[in-house]
């Protein structure tokens, strides 16, 4: 199976700041990469699908890269409202697998 | 409107089967470019996928789990069913469905979630 290994596990950040997230899949997943956002006692929330492609209704400050093992998300400008954990997804061979979460924290 | 909604039971024995229920609207479980997923996240951890049923009934399951679920669906009730044989305390979780579209590969809309604990 496809582990995806989440980087850093948590951050520290103030209102405004550039944050990036990576993930990094044991093998291959061409752009098969989704992020998610979670806040506490709610459902994730689809942000990024296709590594670098905006879902619908999620602000331009997030944006994703990526492609192959190596992805990443950055939050351009962070607002009180993203302190929230994030998720990477694969989905490749429909064997979806998750990484073990940012928690994005207020500084 | 898309919507999915998970039930079941709340606490569950250990030893015993667990049989949740993901009632989804706003969407035909024949569309043959969306499936659902069944997602749990134990209380503090992360998301584990556990299995997803596309629109032709083709199943696929996580890999150290698969001998202890089964996914189904009943498209004429709109309902994809999970279910865990041989629950034990580690399998107390909140238990999400979710759906995806194969031209996404992603999960693009989610239940609220049922959390189901085990314990004797």
């Known amino acids: 199976d496809i582990q995806m290994t989440q980087s850093p596990s948590s951050v520290s950040a103030s209102v405004g700041d550039r944050v990036t997230i990576t993930c990094r899949a044991s093998?291959?997943?061409?752009?098969?990469l989704a992020w998610y956002q979670q806040k506490p006692g709610k459902a994730p929330k689809l942000l990024i699908y296709?590594?670098?492609s905006l879902q619908s209704g999620v602000p331009s400050r997030f944006s994703g890269s990526g492609s192959g093992t190596d992805f990443t998300l950055t939050i351009s400008s962070l607002q009180p409202e993203d302190f929230a954990t994030y998720y990477c997804?694969?989905?490749?061979?429909?064997?979806?697998?998750f990484g073990g979460g940012t928690k994005v924290e207020i500084k | 409107q898309v919507t999915l909604k998970e039930s079941g039971p709340m606490l569950v024995k250990p030893t015993e089967t667990l049989t949740l229920t993901c009632s989804v609207s706003?969407?035909?479980?024949?569309?043959?470019?969306?499936?659902v997923s069944w997602i749990r996240q134990p209380p503090g951890k992360a998301l584990e996928w556990l299995a997803h049923?596309?629109?032709?009934?083709?199943?696929s399951y996580n890999t150290s789990l698969k001998n202890r679920l089964t996914i189904s669906k009943d498209t004429s009730k709109s309902q994809v069913v999970l279910t865990m044989t041989n629950l034990d305390p580690v399998d107390t979780a909140s238990y999400y469905c979710?759906?995806?579209?194969?031209?996404?590969?992603?999960?693009?809309?989610w239940g609220q979630g049922a959390l189901v604990t085990v314990s004797s």
């Open positions: 979710a759906r995806m579209m194969s031209t996404l590969l992603a999960l693009d809309y």
């Open positions: 093998q291959s997943i061409a752009s098969w």
């Open positions: 997804q694969q989905a490749n061979s429909f064997l979806l697998t």
């Open positions: 049923i596309f629109s032709n009934d083709e199943k």
């Open positions: 296709a590594a670098s």
């Open positions: 706003g969407f035909s479980l024949s569309n043959d470019r969306m499936g």
